[in-house]
């Protein structure tokens, strides 16, 4: 029987071919010995590109992503609790409804309009007839063609220009979020008994705020900044393509739409790792910030 031009045994020797499995063997067999790479953290050679194993391909991109989308993850986050915690401070000036109306729009927009309109406003529109304020090639890629790739400065210049975009765009779609959070649990500690008594003490709000706010308020936001964490791998795979960025998300969706189903796999699995171990880490940081958690459970 021939179908979409290749008989039934040309079909299963090449699928044999692509994932290196021996189709003859019983299904149990074959899904233990996948099983058994798996827990290598061998998937194969990708579909896309023949001979190149798919770990290798995670290696080569996976960095990029954690640079930029860590980044841009560790900006927001300190930026926005700092912000949110002084929001709660001062919740009786003019300007808290502004920046708070700032955070929740900013909270409500996706990541990858964000990305268009700083492409617009940086690399496509001509500011007083002197030209765009980026050329619109420096946006493109993770560093120019012509520098020669190492630990020195000009190499390490051109990667901060490129990525700079790209980083800014992930901190101002999550900034809001930690605006919002950290004003919200800190407005909530503010009116307990030991802040009243501090307060009483006649200590200055500064102290008050670290010493007495901050890990209480901290709390609830640990699990959400874990979350977050874990899925820096899985990158953003929109920004990326818009700023054609070569990191883990655009070769995750070159993937999708190619059909690499072991490269898909391998970023799956790594993904998943990640969110395992960030919300192991979460729970270690609550012991840390309130011990009273570790106290209750013995």
Known sequence: MVQYGLTYEDAQMRASFL?????DKPLVSQY???LGKVVRLDFGDSLLSPGVPVMTIIAARLPWTLFTVGTGLLLSFIVGVTIGAAMAFKR???????ISGIASFLSSVPDFLIAITLLLIFGVIEWGGKGTLVPIFMLRGNYSMGVSP???LPFIKDILLHAALPVFTYMLSQIGIWVLL???CTTSCLNTDYVTVAKIRGLSSGRILFSYIGRNAMLPIVTEFAMRLGF???GALIVEQLFVYQGIGLELLNATNGRDYPLMQGVFLIMTISIVVCNFLAEVFYV????????EGT
Not at 19 to 23: G, T
Not at 288 to 295: F, G, T
């Open 92 to 98: 009786d000036k003019w300007y808290e409804p502004v």
């Open 232 to 234: 820096i791998v899985g």
């Open 182 to 184: 950290m004003k919200g």
């Open 19 to 23: 994932f290196s499995m021996d189709l």
């Open 32 to 34: 233990f010995e996948y």
């Open 288 to 295: 840390v910030l309130d011990p009273r958690i570790k106290v």
């Open 150 to 152: 190492g630990w020195n």
